[in-house]
């Protein structure tokens, strides 16, 4: 028998979850970024550390987070795409054996307090869902940018339909034309290369495309989630041209009608429950005519999105 | 030896996080309350259950179940104090033998979706933190209610100080006058009796007490985050009458400010790393004077508060 | 008008979930002891902090985190009641002005990895549901110490039955002689003073009380939750001299039989959905008889039990 | 301006979070089968759906669901492999529109309460961390099969160093040649094609596998974490010749040694305090020499395992 032999595949290494808070005084008035930022390195170079043990090469993770929290301090943090672009260049020029990486960011939204009408000067209250996403991702030579939110919860309590799909053996389901849609959205777009080179104002866009989503959500008269989530997607794209494609994942979020009528009651969508599990789940992906395939775009971002 | 003998302390049983989705529709205006609902039952009747599986009075959990979702149909959702206390009469007044029970509710935040400018008739976005809570308590004749709030974060990034306090062995704590303190306020409010037999504007209320609670967190110049629980306690009893006391846990969620020496950075309360774990945990009662005691109405609450 | 005061009621602060990981070595051979610990302090002398953020009695929640850890390296760590009394102990008696307080533990459970079909000595894989609880509570000059055990999560396919509740309008529940029934098992006992000051070999105590609960859950034929409930506390105190009564929290997970008559299957208790919410919620206590109240010793502690 | 157009990129759709519990008796000897099962369908034929609303060939989310627990209950689970592939068949089969999907599984552990000595016939206890993973996606005409584990938590305390690595600016991490290494193991292995075809016994393989893996962390003496996951990984698949490869996110749960200088006490790797983030992050693969690769397997599962 021959023996087994094996050899090293795909791999990335680095510190998760960073808890990154930045405080930017303006005189009184301070601007806070809130955000959590995973660094990780990828290289032939760190094989070694896998198949021997040999670390002459590892950047320490306790040296990428540090990195974090310096360049933090050096030069801000700005919309997290910059950010991480920051990060990627630091990485990959101060260190000639790391040829790419993964950053990633996911931003927590605060508002100020509200004191006598007034927004306060350095009281923040945590908002919403709604957590910004972003990425940065460079891997034989390209570079990937995407931004993207999470915790997106919408409902909508009518305009939604399901019927028209086919009836088999272990079919059960009733068709309706009047239902609550309720969806948690994640969603995740790529930047088409060029734009970032060019540069992007991200701040605007992702205000921009997060409402222009949730208009679509909104306006949308739905009879499958999945076409609620191509309009979407669409929309995005539609207004941005910076967008190469837009990825979702949107569960949909059962809430059942509560039959009342052994109580003698009737329930006209009134009266609904809402289900933990299971639960629909949608993914699909929505991409401009025309682009380049960049398949090395997601393979190592988490989940589908 | 003596036969060991036991006997039935303290219970109460039902059902918990009930999932109700309630829509009332105004021609095309669609109002939506989200609420967790929990129900749970407390008598003398019920020891039979435990000593003899004698389940002939049983209410099932199952039938507070649907109670919960035939009134909501019946008389609507409103405010979540008032919603409690249809169930509590509900329970009480149908069975003879059930003497009370605990009854709690967490509502869920919505705001209606933006479209053209204008707040959309029924599309909605989960917001914010800070989630509602209510709970009517009736045991051995006396009948408590509560309003409240969790998941309410918030941070100020200077106004707060912590020195003054002793050293000892393991004190290595340095004393500071600028730190950001950083919180999640968990809040639960008892109102007097009298004003809860009078009728209170609760959904007005719970409005006007978080917005003083948060008016208090950006103002007060802390010297200790005990001492703005107290202001805020404080602020919200002289504002509105119909409160006896507030009972807070305000985890300290702790910023450090990173030591960025060793990179010949100076960091003035600029770059900070958000820890997890351990927090400081402050708990603590503001309690209007002149009222009764009510030690009955916090026995049955989870945790502290 | 007159104006409105307020004064101070219940409070408590400390620091929250520290994660204490101990190492005792016996030559090569490693024992490990993984806790979350909480310390909380009570008195009044900690008043002023509250009301006029006056620091010079508060031992700082840092303080109490430093002490938790040199008290673990000073002493090991042993059974978590014998640890939170050394902390009470020594909190009490270095500042006088300290009243009390709350020490609460959660131990995680470990088991050694097997090679070569023998333990390990140094290496460990974290097992089991069934996270050990202890508290002690220290007020007005009472001491009150618990275990207990959370986390513990059963099911037996056959042995439960449920009917013979009443039927009102809301009743739908058919009666069942035959179901699955689950829970998560969440219990405290409290330790009667006089065993406490005797000495009790806590760790033994442990495994014999669980190890009866357990017992009880899968032998006795159950009509009612409340009834499996009630015949493990028993069974607990039975046991063990040492308890003066034992608090459960005990959720019915509900396993609903699937309908497949649809597709011309039965199912004969053989299929079934495991529901998330809501679900039954059964609360409580079994007390020995001839103990003396202890209301205080629970008002502290978090839930029901 | 020419207008701007999108078309459908990579996409599924289904039920997820199916949670099955699957009874099997013999006489009075009970079997417990207990998963998390997602199924989602991929092909050209719901395109429609997505950019038209056209739900004619829409397999509702609902009958996917009704399908897992109508199989279970016709063919029993077995290994979580099989139940999965079980699912693939049904579904290309009943519908020639269905090219392919993804069947992911969660089993969840239990094994038997120990009553008088000896295993109970019908009554389990949840065990273990250690949840048991398996996929199988068909697309384009390929089939591949994954098992897998996660939630297996290992720590060992001592047989761990981590020095030789690189120092920069931002570098402050001292060296260690002791110090405690902590893991969640994540690992998903892929199944060789030929050998899936041949017939695997998955549930002998499972414990094999995870078996030597425990052994490999324990007996390593660790120079990084990568090098512990390189050898984990190549010892599954000397074991075992149905694996292909092997891939692994091992976070670095970090245990820091407490300073307890300050307080004249020494602490040689004795007292540790466990950190919830940042941890470090370690991904990799380990792959058998001579098979063909197979990125479409990995691209659709959740993370980078």
Known sequence: MSETTVHLGPNKYGKAENRLV????????HEIADLTVT??????????????????????TDTQKNTVFALAKEHGVGAPEDFL???ADQFTSEFDWVEGGLWQAEVHPWE?????????????????????LATVHVEAGERHVTGGVKDLVVLKSTGSEFHGFPRSRFTTLPETTDRIMATEVTARWRYLPSAVEAGIAYDALYEEVVAVMLEQFATVHSLALQQTLWEMGRAAIELRPELA???FAMPNKHHFVVDLSPF???????????????YGLIEGTVVRDG???????????????
Chains 1, 2, 3, 4 share one sequence.
Not at 40 to 60: H, K, P, Y
Not at 264 to 278: K, S
Not at 295 to 303: D, K, V
């Open 22 to 29: 930045r405080v930017t005084r303006h005189g009184d008035r």
């Open 39 to 60: 660094s990780q390195l990828i290289g032939e170079a760190f094989a070694g550390s896998f198949t021997s043990g040999d670390n002459s090469r590892i950047v320490a």
């Open 85 to 87: 672009a920051l990060l």
């Open 112 to 132: 100020r307090i509200t004191v006598d009408g007034q927004p306060h000067d350095h009281s923040f209250r945590r908002t919403g869902t709604g957590t910004r």
């Open 245 to 247: 494609e837009v990825r």
């Open 264 to 278: 003698d009651l009737t329930n006209e969508n009134e009266v609904f429950i809402a289900a933990d599990r299971p």
């Open 291 to 305: 682009v380049a395939e960049a398949p090395g775009a997601w393979e190592h971002l988490p989940a589908f999105v």
